[in-house]
């Protein structure tokens, strides 16, 4: 079945850029997700891609996606103490149907 | 327009009780799904409804049911609790065409099974 890796940590000084990597194992995943969670909070939708793009930019936000290596990486521009969280990837198992599938979360910590 | 609602935003549970959480979706929307997130095995698919039937279902036992009303609210069952139930349940709403379909999460609602 669809698997999705994240790393578990990442820790970043504020004003640096954030690259937080991603890989997925099921071709057919059509969407794939950023989400953002904060503590103590639910899951907040940051951004998506279709498999048909290669890039996608929102603001700070960059998403690179490497069909072939079925990679995803989410950069956040200028990283603040507010986007402190943890991140994950999620992609929709089946292609456009079916439930989604997490990877674990990558914690990012920025440090003043 | 609201974002998903979830009630209680905490819940104590003795084992062997029952619980029952509750997830009121984005207006419009008729795709609500249940997700179960803990330490251990981060977030795991439970089920999802649409117009009110259930339309997927992950490995979860039969203790773990769901139901959906026809104002696309949808509750969530746990009978006969038990410790490893501890953690946060979170409900997520969709417009259910299944194109993109896109997920809106709710806060969740914090279970602790004693």
């Known amino acids: 079945g669809e698997d999705v890796e994240q790393s578990l940590f990442l820790s970043v000084r504020e004003g640096d850029s954030s690259v937080i990597n991603c890989t997925y194992t099921?071709?057919?995943?059509?969407?794939l997700y950023w989400y953002k969670q904060e503590p103590g909070a639910g899951l907040q939708l940051l951004t998506y891609i279709f498999s048909n793009m290669d890039m996608k930019q929102d603001q700070r936000l960059t998403v690179l996606l490497n069909k072939k290596d079925k990679h995803l990486s989410l950069r956040i521009a200028d990283t603040q103490t507010g986007d402190s969280a943890i991140y994950f990837c999620?992609?929709?198992?089946?292609?456009?149907?079916?439930?989604?599938?997490f990877g674990k979360g990558t914690k990012l910590s920025v440090k003043p | 327009k609201a974002g998903v609602t979830q009630t209680p935003r905490y819940l104590i549970k003795t084992r062997g009780q029952q619980v029952t959480l509750s997830c009121s979706p984005i207006?419009?929307?008729?795709?609500v799904s249940w997700y179960q997130q803990t330490p251990g095995q981060g977030l795991q698919f439970l089920f999802e409804y649409f117009s009110e039937t259930q339309r997927n279902k992950g490995n979860f036992p039969g203790r773990f049911s769901g139901r959906q009303f026809s104002n696309s609210r949808s509750e969530m069952n746990v009978s006969t609790l038990e410790l490893g139930d501890s953690a946060l349940y979170l409900c997520a709403s969709s417009l259910g065409n299944r194109e993109g379909e896109t997920q809106y999460f709710g806060p969740g609602t914090r279970l602790l099974v004693l």
């Open positions: 099921d071709s057919s995943s059509t969407y």
């Open positions: 999620a992609g929709r198992l089946g292609g456009s149907q079916g439930n989604l599938i």
């Open positions: 207006s419009g929307h008729r795709s």
